[in-house]
């Protein structure tokens, strides 16, 4: 299957502080880029789909302000956690489409907010 | 979004034994399918896709779709301690994916 990279892989901060999430396509190029957030014992959540060259798709009940994608490459996708706070501490997790709708997942990135 | 609902777990099951995972969808227009499997603290890796009615094999998954009944399903033979983990049920909703809750299998040695 297609490889995904994300970086950093666990990030630790200080409330109020702002975090980046970088997910990679490191063998394909992926024109539609996903970003989940998964919390303890739950599903995957769909926070936001991103477009290469084109503003991001947010889901019901996702700040877009506080949440900031940004899809710059058909390889590169960062999500930026704006003035983290201890409920945003969770599992986030990107996936790039690659036809027919099949999703590869990066290896996901734990944040904790202090 | 579209629902997809998975047999409630966890699911036990003894090692070299089958298990079986069942998972059903709401909207009869949906066209692809999948299962992926996630470790405890990593992320989901996909294991099958299945698109025609009927079955599809590798290895020791066998994944059953049947659109008339809206259900597919999931087999893995011969478990493994290996296969312990979480079982993620997807489907497609436009561009994007559905997932189930996700069911957990434990084989037991």
Redesign the interface.
């Known amino acids: ?1 297609a490889v995904v990279s994300q970086h950093p892989s666990r990030v630790i901060c200080k409330s109020g502080t702002s975090v980046k999430i970088e997910c990679r396509s490191l063998d394909f190029q992926a024109t ?1 880029m ?1 970003w989940y957030r998964q919390f303890p014992k ?3 959540m ?1 926070m936001a ?1 991103s477009n290469e060259g084109s503003k991001a798709t947010y889901e019901q009940g996702v700040e877009k302000d506080k949440f900031l994608i940004n899809h710059a490459s058909l390889t590169l996708s960062t999500l930026t956690v704006t003035s983290a706070h201890p409920e945003d501490s969770s599992f986030y ?1 990107c996936s790039g ?1 690659q036809g ?9 990135t734990r944040l904790t907010v202090l | 979004q579209k629902e997809v609902e998975q047999n409630s777990g966890p699911l036990s099951v003894p090692e070299g034994a089958i298990a079986s995972l069942n998972c059903t969808y709401s909207d009869r227009g949906s066209q ?1 399918f ?1 299962w ?1 499997r996630q470790y405890s603290g ?5 294991i099958m ?1 299945i ?1 025609s009615n009927g079955d599809k094999e590798d290895g020791r998954f066998t994944a059953q779709l049947n659109k008339a009944s809206q259900y597919v399903s999931l087999l893995i033979r011969d478990s493994q301690p290996s296969d312990s983990a979480t079982y ?1 049920c ?1 489907v ?1 909703d436009d ?3 559905s ?4 069911t957990t299998v434990t084989v037991r040695a």
């Open positions: 299957g539609t996903f739950q599903s995957l769909l789909t997790i489409g027919l709708n099949e999703q590869f997942f990066g290896p996901g | 692809s999948f992926y990593k992320s989901p890796e996909l896709s698109y993620l997807a497609n561009y994007k994916l997932f189930g809750a996700g």
